[in-house]
């Protein structure tokens, strides 16, 4: 069981996220009026322009970026894809204690250069 639980840690981290210091991203809700999710990799943080909720970085890769939202009555994770021709799907997957998940996706966004 040890045996197994090593092999599949090892395969799920054995890919290596893609590092930056830095990324930034414009990004639309529902063609709402666009807002800056300015990522720090150092840290593991990145926020919002809007003031909305803070994010805790889960993963980047070279596909899409993972954030948890930093929310205490819920749990919300967000992915951002990463393309960089006609932008990325931004969606957002949130856990209540109380009733089933829902998964909303509205947004889109580009990802800006360093």
Request: glycine letters at 6%; charged letters at 20%; aromatic letters at 10%.
């Amino acid at each position: 069981m040890r045996l197994l639980f090593c092999l599949v840690w090892s395969i799920c981290f054995s890919i290596a996220p893609i590092q930056a210091k830095s990324l930034s991203f414009l990004c639309s809700w529902d063609n709402r009026a666009p807002i800056t999710i300015e990522l720090d990799t150092q840290t593991g943080k990145a926020k919002r322009s809007d003031g909305g909720s803070d994010y805790t970085l889960i993963k980047i890769t070279e596909q899409a970026v993972w954030l948890s939202v930093d929310q205490h009555y819920t749990l919300a994770v967000q992915s951002i894809e990463r393309n960089k021709n006609n932008g990325g799907k931004w969606i957002d997957i949130v856990h209540f204690a109380n009733r089933i998940p829902i998964s909303i996706s509205g947004g889109i966004c580009w990802e800006q250069p360093e």
